[in-house]
């Protein structure tokens, strides 16, 4: 396939990246949403279903390498300090230990920008002090209790607003405000744009730290075999592994491999390379043993990221019609200890609404507490609870229909990058879930009116994402002589069903049945490059990838076809899965026969991900209408049933699409609602680093939940037509699930979670 | 970098340790320690020495090598390592492998029958009631031991019987259907 290079610029999670891509010259034919589907496009269940049902599927807390031995780091007890000594003596007795690093012997890696691999001045409860390599995890336990470490503690500081004073405790020279200022956006003139306004609101929210809470925590089982380096881990990201550890160690890229074949999800917090698996190659090469580390789930909560906390200041303003003309946030958030995820979250307010006149001023701060992560829509779903609550006030304030406010002041394009989307079915959202939910006839035109004490209230939000995906984005086909495919792919499947679309995509384009094409995806020496699977950037990158790679395979397989025609390939056309005479098509061959006559010949094929079209934003857009019934005698919210309309593009599997909505749903209600970190604030601590107290939803929460998807397959965003869904899931339930609380009660809880006690205090019983 | 490599594992133990179950009576005790646990395990005995501390699920993972059983918290808060004891939804990480010998236990591998998988495994396929995939085989042997109790139960019974399993991806939804699908089955 001839292929070029371009200048890409590619959206992911709060940030756009621009890279040089390479390019088909002539990208496949796009599958325009009029066209029969005969596998993409229909809901299948997992081609690794039967893997994970039956315990075969390996995750890397599964991988056991002969003489493998066990690592863990150990991490600080205090919030702030800095280290005198460590005293290992003891430690090493232990029989079994193999070996323990601390700064003291480490080799001095950066990390952070402004840290390091092992850093004496210790910024969090978690921050780690030493690793410690045994024979076995009863040893390595022993010895980890054994290291001494002399510590001098310093003053700390847990809460973003007070880090942010001139008296706080400092966590670096610089101070606490990451870059020392804010993020600020302006467009138009604020000023100008209240004084227009016929109502104005201001008001406040708040809302807490969650943590991604994963069920297989962070692993990765390191061997060495001479100077090659094999890494299995729990990422969403091999590339980023092996071209991480390849630099850090000073290793080429050809000497390095990453294995994911299946993890136990990640939600943001496996983006990147991990000090542990840095810590284990370093103590695998000197013992010349595999070296295996499981996070214990603690330092899972402590050490393996966060959504921050926030605290936003909004005023807005809007016209008796409803006509919004001034968005003004002023923000903060915790960004942890280190430079790592951040708690910026004003895309919101400046995308989501039509508004000419709009400020933004965000801040990150540095806090004694665990660094933030990218998690699930990074501050967007805060940033949603924060707008959405503050328009439903605004509407009310004009005497108008939440939605009604909603769909007046829909963008037509983007109001950022002033230019349009490729497609954009918001208004259609708003519509089906609208009617889905009974919108106008169920709500309460009062809120707070139903009788008591079970009170039911409809709210609803709005979200807006990335996901439009680009390249670079690589993907190979094989064509056996039987005329199944084997498919590589580059990226992993972290749980969202990549392997599955990947074989539909290619069973599509070549006519096949599903179980006639293998996919190999996750490992970095058997797949071509696929970007990190973050940002919802995955199915809508390699799916045009492989449907190139796919539509090479059955061009190449024309010439065997026109053999058995007795043709020049020139006069056999194709269409999927049939290689026909184009002047008498009654005279076809299958792909299966052109297959058989290549004999010991193999088809290869590579395809490359196609640009984005330039001059368009490629968006995602939705609603989410939520209906509660709150307890006003106990405070406790049950939610009953959410309804989810999202312009997506192209489903290319209804099936796993309904399910990522559904667990994006239910994550966002448990945002809502129970989900927190406790810190102690006496002594900097976390109170609650375990899945019995830090409260993910349970079963017994589950709501009703429907799924409408309002769109068909967007072919100016790419061939195959898809945008990502594993983050507009997640966005706008908290949001909308407030809003019904206040629908429901008559009164607004501005704080998640919301708590039976914040309720009760609301209702002003507590 | 300090490296070390003694290689022993402890030294010898004095105390014999008794174990409840039938045909226990002597323990055997090794010289560093370690005992010999006769582990039933989808429906064959594995004679293990074992560190008397070692857990059900360690030494069902570590030492018989069935991975299908996870380890997501080691706390008994999640339900990861879920396995029947004696047809009951148990914790392993929860209780001591000489604690189990003289029982039945039952792993996620247990249910396949050669390569064939059981109509509940096929339900969670078919409903596509996993995402990640990690808590699916706790999720059906919680399902497997709810079923052989209570053939057709509520939704409401299910709910209970499944609560202790958590799913992060919170694939419940799909999970519910699949349950059903099987109890409607009978």
Not at chain 2, 89 to 103: N, P, R
């Amino acid at each position: 396939m001839a292929k070029k290079l371009i200048r890409s610029v590619f959206d992911f999670e709060e940030g756009f990246i621009e890279t040089i891509a390479e390019v088909p010259e002539k990208e496949p034919e796009a599958w325009a949403p009029e066209r029969a589907m005969r596998v993409a496009g229909k809901g299948h269940p997992r081609v690794d279903g039967y893997a994970r049902a039956s315990g075969d599927a390996r995750y890397a807390i599964d991988i056991q390498l002969p003489r493998m031995a066990y690592g863990r780091v150990l991490r600080s007890r205090i919030p702030h300090g800095r280290i005198r000594k460590i005293d290992t003596s003891e430690a090493e007795k232990v029989p079994g230990v193999l070996g323990i690093m601390t700064y003291a012997n480490a080799p001095k890696i950066r990390w952070y920008r402004n840290s390091y691999l092992f850093d004496p001045h210790l910024r969090y409860e978690g921050d780690e002090v030493a690793f410690v390599v045994a024979e076995t995890e009863g040893a390595l336990e022993e010895a980890l209790h054994k290291i001494r470490v002399d510590v001098e503690e310093l003053p700390f500081v847990l809460d973003a607003e007070e880090a942010m004073r001139p008296t706080a405790p400092k966590l670096y020279k610089s101070g606490n405000i990451r870059d020392g200022k804010p993020r600020v956006y302006q467009r138009g003139d604020i000023q100008k744009g209240f004084a227009e306004a016929d109502v104005v609101v201001e008001d406040a929210f708040k809302t807490q730290v969650v943590h991604h809470a994963p069920l297989e925590p962070h692993v990765c089982v390191v061997n060495w075999e001479g100077d090659r380096l094999t890494i299995w881990e729990s990422t969403q990201a091999t590339f980023r592994v092996q071209q991480g550890i390849a630099s850090i160690l000073k290793v080429p890229l050809n000497k390095v491999r990453v294995i994911n074949a299946f993890m136990g999800a990640g939600f943001g917090s496996k983006l990147g390379i991990e000090k542990h698996t840095v810590m284990a190659a370093l103590m695998a090469r000197q013992i010349g043993r595999p070296v295996k580390v499981v996070t214990p789930r603690k330092d899972e909560f402590l050490s393996m990221g966060n959504r921050p906390a926030s605290v936003q200041k909004l005023k807005v303003g809007a016209k008796k019609d409803g006509t919004l003309t001034a968005i003004s946030l002023w923000s903060v958030g915790p960004g942890g200890a280190y430079r790592s995820g951040s708690a910026y979250l004003g895309t919101p307010v400046r995308e989501m609404y039509k508004c000419a006149n709009v400020r933004t001023e965000e801040y990150t701060v540095y806090v004694n507490a665990g660094p933030a992560r990218a998690m699930r829509a990074p501050g967007h779903v805060q940033g949603f609870f924060a707008l959405d609550s503050i328009l439903d006030e605004l509407a009310e304030k004009i005497g108008m229909d939440p939605l009604d406010f909603r769909i007046r002041n829909i963008a037509e394009i983007d109001q950022v990058r002033k230019r349009p989307y490729t497609s954009k079915r918001l208004k259609e959202a708003y519509e089906a879930g609208a009617r889905a939910i009974g919108w106008y006839k169920r709500r309460n035109k009062v809120p707070g009116s139903g009788k008591g004490p079970l009170k039911r209230g409809l709210g609803m939000a709005s979200q807006i994402w990335g996901g439009g995906g680009g390249p670079p984005a690589f993907a190979t086909v094989e064509v056996n002589r039987d005329g199944t495919v084997v498919v590589h792919s580059g990226s992993q499947d972290i749980g969202t069903g990549t392997r599955t679309i990947v074989a539909q995509v290619a069973a599509e384009e070549l006519g096949l049945d599903l179980d006639r094409v293998s996919v190999v995806i996750g490992d970095t020496a058997l797949c071509p490059y696929g970007p990190t699977s973050g940002g919802s950037v995955t199915a809508a990158s390699l799916t045009p990838a492989v449907q190139a790679a796919a539509v090479e395979a059955r061009e190449r397989l024309k010439d065997y076809a026109a053999v058995i025609l007795g043709v020049d390939p020139e006069q056999v056309s194709y269409k999927p899965g049939r290689y026909y005479l184009t002047s008498d098509p009654s005279k076809s061959v299958s792909f299966e026969e052109a297959a058989r006559k290549m004999g010991n010949n193999m088809v290869v094929t590579t395809g490359a991900r196609g640009p984005n079209p330039k001059g368009y934003t490629i968006n995602s857009f939705g609603a989410q209408f939520a209906e509660v019934e709150v307890d006003v005698e106990t405070g406790r919210v049950r939610v009953l049933k959410i309804v989810a309309a999202h312009d997506i593009g192209r489903a290319i599997n209804p099936l796993t699409v309904r399910s990522q909505f559904e667990g994006g749903i239910i994550m966002g209600m448990g945002y809502a609602l129970t989900e927190e970190r406790w810190l102690d604030p006496q002594v900097g601590r976390q109170v609650n680093p375990n899945l019995h107290e830090y409260r993910v939803p349970t079963l017994a929460e589950t709501p009703e939940i429907e799924v409408i998807i309002v769109s068909e397959a967007d072919t100016k965003a790419n061939t195959v037509g898809g945008k990502g869904i594993g983050e507009p899931c997640i966005i706008p339930t908290a949001a909308a699930i407030a809003n019904a609380v206040y629908n429901a009660i008559g009164v607004r809880v501005k704080e998640l979670p919301i708590t039976p006690d914040r309720v009760l205090r609301a209702l002003g019983k507590a | 970098m300090k490296g070390l490599g003694t290689g022993l594992v402890g030294t010898a133990v004095a105390t014999k340790i008794t174990v409840a179950g039938p045909g226990a009576e002597e323990k055997q005790e090794s010289a560093d320690g370690r005992v010999l646990v006769a582990l039933k395990v989808n429906g064959e005995v594995h004679n293990l020495w074992l560190e008397p501390r070692t857990t059900l699920v360690e030494a069902i993972r570590d030492h018989l090598h069935l991975t299908g059983t996870k380890i997501g918290c080691n706390r008994g808060e999640c339900g990861s390592c879920t396995v029947l004891f004696d047809g009951k939804a148990v914790y392993s990480c929860q209780i001591l492998a000489v604690e189990a010998a003289g029982h039945e236990i039952t792993t996620i591998e247990g249910l396949l029958n050669g390569e064939e998988p059981d109509p509940l495994q096929r339900a969670f396929v078919e409903h596509d009631a996993m995402q990640c995939g990690f808590c699916t085989p706790g999720q059906i042997l919680a399902a497997k031991a709810l079923l052989s109790k209570n053939p057709h139960p509520t939704r409401e019974e299910i709910v209970r019987g499944m609560s202790g399993n958590l799913c992060r991806c919170a694939a419940y939804p799909s999970i519910l259907r699949a349950v059903e699908s099987v109890a409607k089955k009978g």
